[in-house]
């Protein structure tokens, strides 16, 4: 059997980061707002129990690839001897602060439960999907959504129908050295819930009050995010997401977002999504499995 999902990308429309637990992790506020663009995954059922993941242009051995990390996770945890061969169309930069490898791991999860026939509800899922990344399980719910805890507490929201230009600079960024760094701000008061909610529909607030408490040291670390970030700055409210090193800006319309992109400088790269409140890769196999009931 074939199967083709893909795996989107997603922005911090806000980080807040309020302690760091003794377990090294952090305590954060986000917005995790889900996009139309990203990844895609290519799944082939194989009858001798193989597992392979090929990853053109990828620079990770195929061992660590999430997606390979996923799926022998996912074979222990349903106890299954089955095999795939999955091929990644990988579009989305690593170390973007988009979400990449943390949504390609969650497609597989999402994609070889179907293929597998393991019968895994979504939360088992997302539980799984905990081990590989603080951000896995988002889009294995597959919902635009406030978290809270380290990113695991999910309240799923509706957000204003947005366009956005993300910008990538040319560098890599680690989460790890970003959160293990010294002069990070890690005591920012948390909002309550309900206040937060009451404001994900305006964007103007999101990207003037809750800001990212990463950006000013990323900025400091990697001034070309800095360099990014102000040069969109110049068209509408600009900001890092994540750990970076993407920036992103919010445009009421897809042409407005397209004439601001071409004015870009030489050799800067990004791209255009549109903000969707569910992950493409549910949408996609709900489809799939639909067709394949008749
Ligand atoms: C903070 C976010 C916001 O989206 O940054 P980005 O990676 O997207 O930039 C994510 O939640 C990241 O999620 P993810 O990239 O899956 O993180 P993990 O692999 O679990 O963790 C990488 C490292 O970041 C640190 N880390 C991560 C998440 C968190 N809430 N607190 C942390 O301190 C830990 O040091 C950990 O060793
Ligand atoms: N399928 C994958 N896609 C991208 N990165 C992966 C993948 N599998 C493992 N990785 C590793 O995970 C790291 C973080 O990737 P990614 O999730 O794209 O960045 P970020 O957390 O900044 O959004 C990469 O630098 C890479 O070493």
């Not at 110049?234 to 900001?239: E, L, P, R, W």
């Amino acid at each position: 059997m074939h199967l083709q999902l893909p795996a989107p990308a997603k922005l911090n429309l806000f980080l807040r980061i309020l302690g760091r637990r003794p377990d090294g992790y952090h305590e954060l506020q986000t917005l995790f707002q889900l996009l139309d663009y990203g990844d895609t995954l290519h799944f082939e059922s194989r009858s001798d129990g193989a597992l392979s993941v090929e990853a053109p242009g990828l620079d990770v051995p195929e061992r660590d690839n999430l997606i390979y990390r996923a799926a022998q996770l996912l074979r222990t945890a349903c106890g299954t001897a089955k095999g795939a061969l999955i091929r990644l169309e990988k579009i989305l930069p690593a170390g973007g602060g988009i979400g990449g490898g943390s949504s390609d791991a969650a497609t597989a999860l999402l994609g070889l439960n179907h293929l597998w026939q393991c019968g895994l509800s979504i939360n088992e899922l997302a539980t799984l999907g905990r081990q590989l990344g603080a951000d896995v399980p988002v889009f294995v719910h597959g919902r635009t959504a406030l978290a809270e805890g380290i990113g695991e507490h999910l309240v799923p929201v509706k957000t204003a129908p947005q366009h956005f230009l993300v910008l990538i600079p040319h560098c890599h960024i680690s989460t790890a050295e970003i959160f293990g760094h010294a002069r990070l701000t890690r005591d920012s008061g948390a909002i309550t819930l309900a206040h937060l909610r009451d404001r994900v529909l305006d964007s103007d607030w999101l990207l003037n009050h809750a800001g990212n408490d990463c950006q000013a040291l990323v900025e400091e670390l990697y001034p070309e995010t800095k360099s990014a970030r102000e040069w969109l700055q110049q068209f509408a409210s600009a900001q890092l997401t994540g750990t970076g090193a993407c920036v992103f800006a919010a445009f009421p319309t897809e042409s407005e977002a397209r004439k601001v992109f071409e004015k870009r400088p030489d050799g800067w790269q990004g791209f255009i999504a549109t903000g969707v409140d569910t992950s493409p890769a549910h949408t996609a196999l709900a489809r799939h499995i639909s067709a394949s009931r008749k």
